[in-house]
């Protein structure tokens, strides 16, 4: 085995690579030292942070615009259809349904066949209309012979007056059995009865399978048919709060998580009575000019306004610090500057609070982080 030996290495030579090496420490510890901080402090209540700092990163900042603020908390609510445009189609004849013509989602024109039926009441009506109009056509014919029998003498006055009278019943007989069926709906073909649509809309809700029974007092209709560029709003509002509310009164629609979506709509009724289950008032309000993505059954809140109100800048509660008896949120004066600036409310929610000094439309509001933006600027006093 070959062995390498080390020269000996003095103790001179040592203290001589210690004391090169600490000449180069300085620059050896600047190298590992974190960056220089990406917070500068500019003011009493500023804050820069220079473009791509990571603090950034945990802000949000959104544009404010101004409101009308509400006479109460947001109310929860529901869409719901229209019902002055809502028709929930029964079938008026009893029969087994043969074949479904209309689905949910399909547009229908008024008198357009949602299905058809075999309804045998339906053939009863139709044999007794024919046979109203055979009874009509031979007593009118009966009373005109008896007309001309009369003015030649032949028969009585009484005679004809009884002839008239026969012609008066039939008359009257095929009315009652040309309305039972035109009240059914139009004729249909072949025999089967042709449920039909009473409106212009769409098919929101279908509750018929082939071969089905249907019955004129059935619990469930067979369709619902609604417009849907006709939507109502309900909420169940508490005793107290009823005395803020009256016909026509404006109501903004707002939809959870949806930001810049809320809509506008107009209280049409408020219930007389509790509803016994809820212990609550009912209030509907009809939506204004529907969007495509409002749906009946969504969960939407329901704020009341002020008859003649005064507008203000809503802005998060997430956005506000407060420090004694004064609120402050943070505004974006230019990139990367924030400045903590004191605001006044109009109105101060549960999830909103309505700003009437101290932000305009458009200002840039941070909306989450606000709170740590304040300890930063806190710990640098």
């Given at each position: 085995?070959?062995?390498?030996?080390?020269?000996?290495?003095?103790?001179?030579?040592?203290?001589?690579?210690?004391?090169?090496?600490a000449?180069h420490w300085?620059?050896?510890q600047?190298?590992?030292?974190?960056?220089?901080s990406?917070?500068?402090?500019v003011?009493?209540?500023?804050?820069?942070?220079?473009p791509?700092s990571?603090?950034l990163?945990?802000?949000?900042?959104?544009?404010?615009?101004?409101?009308?603020p509400?006479?109460?908390?947001?109310?929860?609510?529901?869409?719901?259809f229209d019902?002055?445009?809502?028709?929930?189609v029964?079938?008026?004849v009893?029969?087994?349904?043969?074949?479904?013509?209309?689905?949910?989602?399909?547009?229908?024109?008024?008198g357009d066949?949602?299905?058809?039926l075999?309804?045998?009441?339906y053939?009863?009506?139709?044999?007794?209309?024919?046979?109203?109009q055979?009874?009509?056509d031979?007593k009118q014919?009966?009373?005109?012979?008896a007309?001309?029998?009369?003015e030649?003498?032949?028969?009585?006055?009484r005679?004809?007056?009884?002839?008239q009278?026969?012609?008066?019943?039939?008359?009257?007989?095929?009315?009652?059995?040309?309305a039972?069926?035109?009240g059914?709906?139009?004729?249909?073909?072949?025999?089967r009865?042709?449920?039909?649509?009473?409106?212009?809309?769409?098919?929101a809700?279908r509750?018929?399978?082939?071969?089905?029974?249907?019955?004129?007092?059935?619990a469930?209709?067979?369709?619902?048919i609604?417009d849907?560029?006709?939507l109502?709003?309900?909420?169940?509002?508490?005793?107290?709060?009823v005395?803020?509310?009256?016909?026509?009164?404006?109501?903004?629609?707002e939809?959870?998580?949806?930001?810049g979506?809320d809509?506008s709509?107009?209280?049409?009724?408020?219930?007389?009575?509790?509803?016994?289950?809820?212990r609550r008032?009912?209030?509907?309000a009809?939506?204004?000019?529907?969007?495509?993505?409002?749906?009946?059954?969504?969960?939407?809140r329901?704020?009341?306004?002020?008859?003649?109100?005064?507008?203000?800048?809503?802005?998060?509660?997430?956005?506000i610090?407060?420090?004694g008896?004064?609120?402050?949120?943070?505004?974006?004066?230019?990139?990367?500057?924030?400045?903590?600036t004191?605001?006044?409310?109009?109105?101060?929610?549960?999830?909103?609070?309505?700003?009437?000094?101290?932000?305009?439309?458009?200002?840039k509001?941070?909306?989450r982080g606000?709170?740590?933006?304040?300890?930063?600027?806190?710990?640098?006093?």
């Amino acid at each position: 085995m070959k062995l390498t030996y080390f020269p000996y290495i003095s103790s001179g030579v040592v203290v001589a690579l210690l004391a090169l090496y600490a000449s180069h420490w300085p620059h050896a510890q600047a190298d590992e030292s974190p960056a220089a901080s990406d917070t500068t402090r500019v003011g009493p209540n500023q804050l820069r942070y220079r473009p791509g700092s990571p603090q950034l990163a945990y802000l949000s900042i959104e544009p404010v615009k101004a409101v009308a603020p509400p006479v109460m908390e947001p109310l929860a609510a529901r869409i719901t259809f229209d019902e002055d445009h809502t028709v929930r189609v029964f079938s008026p004849v009893a029969g087994r349904t043969q074949q479904i013509v209309a689905q949910p989602g399909q547009p229908v024109h008024a008198g357009d066949v949602l299905a058809w039926l075999l309804a045998p009441d339906y053939d009863t009506a139709l044999a007794d209309l024919h046979k109203a109009q055979a009874d009509h056509d031979s007593k009118q014919a009966a009373y005109v012979r008896a007309q001309h029998l009369h003015e030649a003498g032949v028969i009585a006055t009484r005679d004809l007056e009884a002839a008239q009278a026969d012609a008066r019943s039939a008359q009257a007989e095929l009315e009652r059995a040309n309305a039972r069926v035109h009240g059914l709906g139009s004729v249909g073909k072949d025999g089967r009865f042709a449920l039909r649509a009473p409106i212009a809309g769409v098919v929101a809700e279908r509750h018929l399978n082939p071969g089905q029974e249907l019955r004129p007092d059935a619990a469930d209709p067979a369709f619902t048919i609604t417009d849907p560029t006709h939507l109502d709003v309900v909420a169940d509002v508490a005793d107290s709060d009823v005395n803020k509310l009256h016909v026509g009164q404006a109501v903004r629609i707002e939809f959870d998580g949806q930001s810049g979506s809320d809509l506008s709509g107009q209280i049409a009724a408020v219930g007389v009575s509790m509803d016994p289950n809820t212990r609550r008032v009912p209030v509907r309000a009809h939506l204004k000019s529907p969007p495509a993505t409002a749906r009946p059954e969504m969960f939407v809140r329901m704020a009341p306004l002020a008859d003649t109100p005064e507008p203000a800048m809503a802005v998060p509660n997430s956005a506000i610090v407060t420090t004694g008896l004064q609120s402050f949120v943070f505004i974006e004066r230019a990139p990367g500057l924030l400045v903590k600036t004191q605001v006044d409310f109009a109105r101060r929610g549960r999830d909103l609070s309505y700003v009437s000094q101290g932000l305009t439309t458009g200002e840039k509001v941070v909306t989450r982080g606000a709170i740590l933006l304040d300890s930063e600027l806190t710990s640098d006093n």
